[in-house]
Every structure is written in structure tokens, then in C-alpha cells.
Nanobody, 119 residues
Framework: QVQLVESGGGLVQAGGSLRLSCAAS????????MGWYRQALGKQRELVAS???????DYKDSVRGRFAISRDNTKNTVYLQMDSLKPEDTAVYYC?????????????WGQGTQVTVSS
């Protein structure tokens, strides 16, 4: 049974930082491309950062240069370091694996972790 457990969210002032973690179980973690997604109130979930098994990364333009995704395959964990946070980054953040061919997510969503950035 696959489980994705996100943590590390919270309330932070604009310009602040947070580090999110996502622990995966039930999969051979190192084989999967992983992404961080977010869903703001009333909006669709979107992919903000991705990392493949070998470590190559990509970012949504609005977070490039402020967010950094990384992974520790020995701990089955993917991280999202978020710096220079803005109020528009407020959302529930989730992780998931995705298929590299079409970016379809592969597993049921976890509970997510709330990030709230105050102005």
C-alpha cells in the first residue's frame, strides 16, 4: 500500500521560508519521478516542482529561483525548500509520483500540508 505523508507547512510572513517534507512508503522510491503540487482555495491543483530519480529538477516559472526540490532516496523522502515566500504561495501542498511521458500522477493523494503566507 502506497502512502505519501507531507509535513512542514505553517504560517509565515511574506519573505520567510519553509521546508516541506514528503515521506513515501510502499514504493521503490528511487525509481519514481516526484513532484510537489499545490492547490489554492478555489483553484485547480498545479505542479510547482519536479525531480527525477537521477536528480534533475524543473520548476513552475512563478517559483523558479525561490523554491528548491530535492530528494533523499535512502530516506524515501522528497523535500521542498521554499524561500522568499509570497502571499500567492498560500495553498495546500502535496507530493506525488508522476509518469514522465505525460505527467499523470500515479498514487492517491496524501493529506497535504497547509502553507499560509501573510502579507
Amino acid at each position: 500500500q502506497v502512502q505519501l505523508v507531507e509535513s512542514g507547512g505553517g504560517l509565515v510572513q511574506a519573505g520567510g521560508s519553509l521546508r516541506l517534507s514528503c515521506a513515501a512508503s510502499g514504493i521503490r522510491f528511487s525509481l519514481y519521478a516526484m513532484g510537489w503540487y499545490r492547490q489554492a482555495l478555489g483553484k485547480q491543483r498545479e505542479l510547482v516542482a519536479s525531480i527525477v530519480g537521477g536528480g534533475s529538477t524543473d520548476y513552475k516559472d512563478s517559483v523558479r529561483g525561490r523554491f528548491a526540490i530535492s530528494r533523499d532516496n535512502t530516506k524515501n523522502t522528497v523535500y521542498l525548500q521554499m524561500d522568499s515566500l509570497k502571499p500567492e504561495d498560500t495553498a495546500v501542498y502535496y507530493c506525488n509520483a508522476y509518469t514522465r511521458s505525460n505527467y499523470d500522477t500515479m498514487f492517491d493523494w496524501g493529506q497535504g500540508t497547509q502553507v499560509t503566507v501573510s502579507s
